[in-house]
């Protein structure tokens, strides 16, 4: 069945760096796009960025457009999302998450927690 | 702030019908398909239903969902304990470029 395993979490000063790794099994990662989204505590889902299957093209929300970037390496199957610049309302679970096309998330992993604060 | 508003809540006793609404507008659900989500908090998100009304192999029929113009409702028939959790709307938005959620409801089941 579909697995995604979020790592790479923890806690970071504000202005620090990191890099989120999410390893996928179970399906055709390279036939998929992929997404990453957020849910920071006592808030909603935020969807934070979407690469397409071959990693040609890719969007990122208006909060952390120019700060994260999502890539992919589909010889391994991990998805990625580094994150630069960190602030404190970074602080979330976030979620990897497989797409159907760029609209529809069918499957998700259990999240890895981020929290920015010094 | 989200593009796409939900009520913060809604509720029901067993058995009852709880209806959510999602709203949104032209470049959102006017024109992209919607999807909706269930979040039980501490656990994976899960699809509940996809292109607009559409339900996964899995998903109970109590589940249903439809969509008008720039608004969206997800319908729950036959509440039952389990049903209790967060519920999402969500669709692309053309002009942000980006997929969005709603607000998110909360479902209690009384």
């Known amino acids: 069945q579909v697995q995604l395993v979020e790592s790479g979490g923890g806690v970071v000063q504000p202005g620090r760096s990191l890099r989120l790794s999410c390893a996928t099994s179970g399906f055709t990662f390279y036939d998929s796009a992929m997404h990453w989204v957020r849910q920071a505590p006592g808030e909603g889902l935020e969807w934070v960025a979407v690469i397409s299957y071959d990693g040609a093209n890719y969007y990122h929300a208006a909060s952390v457009k120019g700060r994260f970037t999502i890539s992919r390496d589909n010889s391994n199957n991990i998805l990625y999302l580094q994150m630069n610049s960190l602030r404190p309302e970074d602080t979330a679970v976030y979620y990897c998450?497989?797409?159907?096309?760029?609209?529809?998330?069918?499957?998700w992993g259990q999240g890895t927690l981020v929290t920015v604060s010094s | 702030q989200s593009v796409l508003t939900q009520p913060p809540s809604a509720s029901g006793t067993p058995g009852q019908r709880v209806t959510i609404s999602c709203s949104g507008s032209?470049?959102?659900?006017?024109?992209?398909?919607v999807f909706w989500y269930q979040h039980l908090p501490g656990t994976a998100p899960k699809l509940l239903i996809y292109?607009?009304?559409q339900r996964p192999s899995g998903v109970p029929d109590r589940f249903s969902a439809s969509k008008s113009g720039t608004s969206a409702s997800l319908a729950i028939t036959g509440l039952r304990s389990e049903d209790e959790a967060d519920y999402y709307c969500?669709?692309?938005?053309?002009?942000?470029?980006?997929?969005?959620f709603g607000t998110g409801t909360k479902v209690t089941v009384l």
């Open positions: 969500a669709a692309w938005d053309d002009s942000l470029s980006g997929y969005v």
């Open positions: 998450a497989r797409g159907h096309g760029y609209n529809r998330i069918d499957s």
């Open positions: 032209s470049s959102n659900i006017g024109t992209n398909y």
């Open positions: 292109s607009d009304g």
